[in-house]
């Protein structure tokens, strides 16, 4: 159709301004330039003789009577005829490399031609700062022999930006959001394949280009509470039993983290993300403007990432006041309603309490309930005053903020208790 479109396009034109075109060329051939009337002239130069040629009239002349027997409209049919032809190719010849492309070869090769280009993180590098999780991340990355990496850690303690900035301008990545239970399907349709079997050849053949295995990224947010034992099943066959890929989970919700399981815990590798340390901290509030007030910062808001980035966005004292709202009603809930097995957010809480002074968190025996079943209650309901430290296996508090806020309510309720 488009084809057939040009053509008649090529036709009108041509039909307009063949006229013109023709007139042209009679009126050369009829009045040709006065220098081809000149007798040819012998000139000297350096010894040798040069003889200036006569433009042949000869021919000028036959193209003049094959003009007097084309009409104007003959000469467009044909040039017209010509572009029609010349588009039939050119379509001919799309519609070859578009069969290629959709064909198993040329889906692979798509595919693999996506994953062989650098990886650009969302952030531009001038907007990160160096963090030391980052070396710890990319040392893991480089030495990668065997099973799935899970990065865990706080919600907005900056997991994201520390894997991508680990990641930056490498070869061999991909990323894909896990949303729910059919996550599989989704990546493999973002790839353009068909399922696990092509899209296991592509990660051959990246691997053979990179002479090391490539890396999925699988990022899990906070919202998501589905799809964790499918990533298990799939990291453990594709990063664990055949080292095909590098399988990365970066879960927001210790729920999920702690719902991974590719056979044991020998079978993965567990990097936390905290807080930043003080000296991160002020350079990411350099970055925001705030290099000369970055201490009345983190005395208000702490060392949590995001926490930092919305002060700078509103004010110190309206995230402060924001954050000791939300953290007594998280304390407060969790004391009341979590009871899995009896008083189990109680307990938490007075042993976190009772082991701070220590620079200790809770150990998961302190309550009949499983950190588990625990996480999925806190993600369940959106209370998070306390976390399962995923690498050190105890709870911890949320923040300094949720610890200030528990022992003032657990000290309130014990004095009113008769």
């Not at 399922?195 to 296991?200: A, S």
């Not at 905290?274 to 000296?279: C, H, I």
């Not at 007594?328 to 008083?343: H, Y």
């Not at 508090?397 to 022992?407: G, I, M, P, Q, R």
Request: charged residues 30%; positive net charge.
């Amino acid at each position: 159709m488009a084809s057939r479109s040009l053509g008649v396009l090529a036709l009108v034109l041509l039909t307009a301004l063949a006229p013109a075109f023709v007139a042209q060329v009679r009126r050369v051939t009829q009045h040709p330039p006065v220098s081809r009337a000149l007798p040819a002239t012998k000139v000297a130069l350096s010894g040798g003789t040069a003889r200036r040629v006569e433009r042949p009239r000869a021919e000028l002349r036959a193209l003049d009577d094959f003009l007097k027997g084309k009409t104007t409209f003959d000469f467009a049919i044909s040039i017209g005829t010509l572009v029609f032809t010349a588009s039939q190719a050119v379509q001919g010849w799309a519609s070859y490399q578009q069969s290629l492309r959709e064909s198993k070869e040329g889906r692979i090769e798509f595919a693999v031609d996506r994953m062989m280009q650098p990886f650009p993180p969302q952030k531009k590098k001038a907007e990160v700062v160096k963090r030391g999780i980052m070396k710890t991340i990319e040392e893991r990355i480089l030495r990668w022999d065997a099973h799935a990496t899970i990065v865990a850690g706080r919600f907005g303690a900056g997991k994201s930006v520390a894997v991508e900035e680990a990641l930056r301008d490498m070869q061999g990545v991909f990323v894909h959001q896990v949303d729910g239970s059919d996550w599989k399907e989704e990546l493999f349709k973002r790839l353009g394949l068909d399922g696990p079997d092509i899209l296991e050849e592509v990660l051959g053949r990246v691997g053979d280009k990179l002479k090391r295995p490539p890396i999925l990224l699988l990022d899990i947010p906070r919202t998501t509470k589905q799809g964790m034992e499918t990533i298990s099943s799939f990291a453990k066959n594709l990063s664990s039993d055949r080292k095909l890929v590098h399988v990365i989970v970066c879960a927001s919700s210790a729920a999920m983290a702690i719902s991974f399981d590719a056979g044991g815990s020998a079978r993965q590798k567990n990097i936390w993300v905290g807080d930043l340390t003080e000296k991160e901290a002020k350079e990411l509030l350099t970055l925001h403007e705030h290099q000369n007030d970055w201490k009345r910062f983190v005395d208000a808001c702490g060392f949590n990432a995001m926490d930092l980035v919305d002060a700078c966005d509103i004010s110190v004292e309206a995230k402060k006041a924001e954050m000791e709202k939300r953290a007594r009603k998280e304390v407060l809930r969790f004391k009341d309603q979590c009871k899995i097995a009896g008083d189990t957010g109680e307990q938490i809480l007075n042993q976190l309490l009772a082991n701070r002074q220590a620079g200790k968190g809770a150990d998961e025996l302190c309550t009949a309930a499983s950190p588990k079943d625990v996480a999925m209650w806190i993600r369940e309901r959106g209370y998070h005053p306390v976390i399962w430290h995923t690498q050190k296996q105890e709870y911890q508090f949320a923040s300094d903020l949720h610890a200030k806020v528990a022992t003032e309510i657990l000290k309130s309720s014990s004095q009113s208790t008769p």
